[in-house]
């Protein structure tokens, strides 16, 4: 065995699980601050005041002026497509492989 005494090991455990619940309070806390920082980083942004309810209801609509469509030529007046004289055929299936043999295989026990 170990000559660790089993005292010395239950402190040790003890301090260890001291230590992860100081990280995630730590780490919990720090989210928190970056968080807090982040939201402060906006101009115009304090944290503090709520998002201003949008009326539905607008007297005045903002004009838009949205430009034409562009003229597209024809592809069809073009005349440089033309249909194929025949119709493409069937390509003839392909020669099939045959495997090989394969040898037989002796029962075991």
Do not use: C, Y
């Amino acid at each position: 065995m170990s000559a660790m005494g089993s005292t010395r090991r239950d402190r040790l455990v003890r301090n260890m699980h001291v230590a992860r619940w100081a990280a995630g309070l730590g780490a919990a806390g720090l989210t928190a601050a970056f968080t807090v920082a982040a939201a402060h980083a906006f101009k115009g942004h304090d944290g503090h005041t709520r998002a201003a309810k949008v009326s539905t209801r607008s007297s005045a609509h903002a004009r838009v002026a949205v430009p034409g469509p562009d003229r597209v030529p024809s592809i069809a007046s073009d005349g440089s497509l033309q249909p194929p004289e025949q119709a493409p055929q069937a390509a003839p299936p392909a020669p099939q492989q045959e495997a090989p043999a394969q040898p037989p295989v002796s029962g075991g026990s």
